[in-house]
């Protein structure tokens, strides 16, 4: 192992030091770490002996001549004899088929700083929340002026309204009738599962899935993680009697055989694009999460005020893409970082937008720009993730709750340009206050104010004014919060007690203040949640990267389907693991497809046109509104986008398949409807 070699050369900065000009003459299999890990033989340049290093640690800039036989791309045959594009390696088939966890090559316990250091030197991103953001190190002058803001640029508009969030097309009164399978239908994208998921499976399987046979997978995955610790996934299927000291408590036979089950596991697909011609580790998945934000784009108005925070997506190895360990005391853990907005109507949180942190392996061109850019790549870095993760709301006048980490002023103004109003806590970070943040001034100024006392530092910056809210909320402390809106006026609601020099106080928070108190803690109490007792992440095993992925997506969406319900019948929301039995119960009993509302009809002649018409989702030309069947043509209309109602779920589209352009259809249902059709040849 090269930890003694590279020790001996390089004494000083052995830890961090990363090895270049490498050569791979072999490779083989090596216990490092205590496990049993892949390894290349090499040589490296001043060291004599033979090294073995663990192959994922690699970054390959020659390619060999001769491939490694473990690295080969197997290639099938056709039935009909000719070449077909290479599989998947062998590695990757076996991570797909397998129902265990992926091995842990990281710490489970809390790290020391030589094991962040080692952490580091291996390639791996260590979360750092004391590091200040890249925007954020300046020379602070005294700037701006004092004052007492009476008036708010967001109140003072006319056209901005505080409306609680709402799911469109369907009412309140309906969410609260919904089964659990219909709240998970309405939270998750099932026009994904229809488009993309089982097509690109059912590319893999010799028998095709439909959308039912999927619900019933995903039910048995569901059902499953209700009871933790069952070691073998196989014991659901076992034949052996139940007993009450090993195995599982029930069996899902009835609802799928195992071979079944595991021929769908070993097959299911996240994306039917082709690779890329340069390598995206991230090309499994990023359909995948795109289509989960342009679900909840369109299904789903935020409240007028949100919370932007992190999400994790756990996973012990790594060797996967984006990988980040975070070193926290007595709880490390590990995996992927999700940026996180959410509401919290009724303090019930609907998380409606994730970003994936990709961070050093996001794909870069050889001008190291990316192949796949956002629309805001010309703000810093934090200023054009708070834009993209914000766009669904751009132009609304909406609110945004933010912690520390994004404190950035360029990015407050940039969210001010495009019409949302955020506010984000300062923090100091080591020797460093963010941009047009003189700490230090502030403190001095608010030192010998009393408890309560409220003021705002407005300065003008790239010519709008730029506000930092302060407030003496506890002995010796001033929380900072900077803006471009807001006003300072207590909140007769909010009102908290200090225990301070042997006697209580009371004050009431300003505006500013209340309104970060109160929301600052959506996102992560939805994360609390969705863990609490058991997370599907925890209990749905894995080897293979994208389920992990795919079941983070479904965790957000079970919790937001408890929180749906919750908001619509204004009471508590349920306990995680009675939902999710009730939903897996749904799932594997469903019928979806066979009770499915059935496409309408609605004169003989368009029956003939559907039995000579492919189906295919269109939609309707502009000026244009009901189907004429007299002349077989649209009725004109004065209004350019007139929305019709869909004949299904009555939800407001322009949508319609090709078999029947009198019937509009959403994009939900017109899925619905193509599945059911394809079931049925």
């Excluded at 001996?8 to 830890?15: L, M, R």
């Excluded at 595991?262 to 999460?289: C, G, W, Y």
């Excluded at 950035?408 to 001010?416: S, Y």
Aim: hydrophobic fraction near 35%.
């Amino acid at each position: 192992h090269p930890n003694e070699h590279i020790h001996e050369k390089y004494p000083e900065n052995f830890q961090t030091r990363r090895l270049e000009n490498v050569t791979i003459i072999g490779d083989g299999t090596e216990l490092v770490r205590q496990q049993q890990q892949r390894c290349y033989y090499c040589t490296v340049p001043g060291i004599d002996d033979v090294l073995h290093i663990v192959a994922k640690h690699f970054k390959v800039e020659q390619p060999p001549a001769i491939i490694f036989e473990e690295e080969r791309l197997p290639t099938d045959a056709s039935p009909n004899g000719s070449a077909v594009a290479p599989s998947l390696s062998d590695q990757v088939e076996e991570s797909r088929r397998s129902l265990q966890d992926v091995e842990r090559n990281v710490l489970s316990r809390q790290a020391s700083a030589e094991d962040i250091a080692e952490l580091r030197g291996r390639g791996i991103e260590v979360y750092d929340d004391d590091e200040p953001a890249p925007e954020n190190s300046w020379a602070q002058p005294s700037v701006g002026e004092w004052f007492t803001p009476t008036i708010c640029p967001r109140r003072a508009n006319s056209n901005i309204f505080d409306h609680e969030g709402e799911w469109k097309g369907v009412t309140w009164d309906e969410i609260g009738n919904m089964s659990e399978l219909d709240l998970f239908r309405m939270t998750f994208p099932e026009f994904f599962i229809l488009k993309v998921i089982i097509p690109a499976t059912n590319h893999r399987l010799a028998t095709h899935m439909t959308l039912q046979e999927f619900y019933v997978w995903l039910g048995c995955n569901f059902f499953t993680a209700c009871f933790p610790g069952i070691a073998n996934l196989e014991d659901w299927w076992s034949t052996k009697p139940i007993s009450m000291w090993e195995g599982a408590p029930f069996r899902l036979n009835k609802y799928m055989a195992k071979a079944r089950f595991l021929q769908i596991t070993a097959a299911v697909s996240f994306t039917n694009r082709e690779h890329p011609t340069f390598l995206d580790k991230f090309h499994d998945v990023r359909q995948m999460l795109e289509e989960f934000n342009k679900h909840y784009e369109g299904k789903y108005s935020p409240s007028w005020i949100n919370c932007l925070d992190q999400s994790m997506s756990t996973w012990p190895n790594s060797s996967c893409p984006g990988f980040i360990y975070f070193p926290q005391n007595h709880n490390p853990n590990s995996g992927n970082l999700y940026h996180s907005i959410a509401d919290g109507d009724q303090d019930k949180p609907i998380l409606w937008r994730i970003k994936l942190q990709e961070g050093k392996d996001r794909p870069k061109d050889n001008n190291n720009m990316p192949q796949f850019p956002s629309d805001f790549e010309q703000q810093t870095t934090t200023s054009a993730l708070m834009l993209e993760i914000t766009k669904p709301i751009h132009h609304t006048g909406k609110v945004i709750i933010m912690n520390s980490r994004f404190c950035v002023t360029a990015g407050i103004l940039a969210l001010h340009d495009v019409g949302v109003f955020g506010q984000a806590l300062i923090k100091k970070y080591g020797n460093f206050w963010p941009q047009h943040v003189p700490g230090q001034q502030i403190d001095d100024y608010m030192r010998d104010k009393p408890l309560g006392y409220a003021a705002t530092l407005k300065q003008i910056v790239e010519g709008k004014e730029f506000m930092i809210h302060c407030q003496n909320d506890d002995q010796d402390t001033t929380t900072k919060i900077m803006s471009t809106h807001g006003i300072i006026q207590p909140d007769d609601q909010h009102i908290k007690n200090r225990f301070i020099d042997g006697d209580w106080k009371s004050f009431r928070y300003v505006e500013p203040l209340s309104r970060h108190n109160q929301s600052k803690h959506w996102v992560n109490g939805f994360n609390k949640q969705r863990r609490d007792p058991v997370c599907l992440e925890d209990v749905w095993t894995t080897s293979w990267w994208p389920i992990r992925q795919f079941t983070f997506l479904c965790s957000i969406a079970e919790v937001n389907a408890i929180n749906s319900r919750a908001r619509a019948r204004k009471e508590n929301a349920d306990p995680l693991l009675a939902f999710r039995r009730k939903l897996a119960m749904d799932m594997m009993e469903n019928q979806t497809g066979a009770n499915m509302p059935s496409l309408p009809v609605l004169a003989v002649h368009v029956n003939e046109r559907a039995v000579a018409v492919a189906h295919e989702k269109k939609t309707r030309p502009t000026h244009t509104g009901v189907w004429d069947h007299a002349k077989g043509t649209w009725k004109a209309t004065k209004t350019p986008y007139v929305r019709l109602k869909c004949a299904v779920c009555k939800i407001d589209t322009r949508m319609y398949c090709a078999c029947n352009p009198a019937v509009p259809l959403c994009e939900r249902c017109y899925y619905n409807h193509e599945a059911e059709h394809n079931s049925q040849m």
